[in-house]
T-cell receptor
């Protein structure tokens, strides 16, 4: 069973609309929760990083929330653009004793924005 | 381009052959990570370096896999006696370790390996 589960698996929305992606995780303990955007054939790009004490973090049109009690996070995208079409991946980070972070990735939500 | 660079972008090999991938991190980044991503899945941690020291290795990294970062700059990942199950995208990421603040990883575009 994946330790980071995301829903929906895929989503199609019209340009200009908003959407919310969900993430549930069981990884424990963790240092922070991250959201990444990954275009096809490219490496993931960081959108937000939240520690377990943060409830929300924004980056432009992206707003992430975190509820550490229920182990849930969401990513809200406002005023979607065609260029937002990509996979959005929820990531839980665990810090190694000697420093460094092990990232546990979800399988992603594939978002397609259409005209 | 000052991002993380990986070479080659694509590699096709026959089962049993050895392959080597290279990663050039962002200049002055002291941490370097290797991840593997199979189709439809998220990346999985393989190993990471702080400078030239390999500090952590995943159980996914069988004895056929070896990674090096000899001078604390670029890194290589070698797979010996490749198997079809090794077919995946191999991603490299780098970061600058510092006190305070969250570590941000920057990923390269990956090397897509196909084992026939």
């Amino acid at each position: 069973k994946n330790q980071v589960e995301q829903s929906p698996q895929s989503l199609i929305i019209l340009e200009g609309k908003n959407c919310t992606l969900q993430c549930n995780y069981t990884v424990s303990p963790f240092s922070n929760l991250r959201w990444y955007k990954q275009d096809t054939g490219r490496g993931p790009v960081s959108l937000t990083i939240m520690t377990f004490s943060e409830n929300t973090k924004s980056n432009g049109r992206y707003t992430a929330t975190l509820d550490a009690d229920t182990k849930q996070s969401s990513l809200h995208i406002t005023a979607s653009q065609l260029s937002d079409s990509a996979s959005y991946i929820c990531v839980v980070s665990f810090s190694f004793t000697g420093g460094g972070n092990k990232l546990t990735f979800g399988t992603g939500t594939q978002l397609k924005v259409e005209l | 381009d000052t991002g993380v660079s990986q070479d080659p972008r694509h590699k096709i090999t026959k089962r049993g052959q050895n392959v080597t991938f290279r990663c050039d991190p962002i200049s002055e980044h002291n941490r370097l990570y290797w991840y593997r991503q199979t189709l439809g899945q998220g990346p999985e941690f393989l190993t990471y370096f702080q400078n030239e020291a390999q500090l952590e290795k995943s159980r996914l990294l069988s004895d056929r896999f070896s990674a090096e970062r000899p001078k604390g700059s670029f890194s290589t990942l070698e797979i010996q006696r490749t198997e079809q199950g090794d077919s995946a995208m191999y991603l490299c990421a780098s970061s600058l370790a510092r006190t305070g603040g969250e570590e941000k990883l920057f990923f390269g575009s990956g090397t897509q390996l196909s084992v026939l």
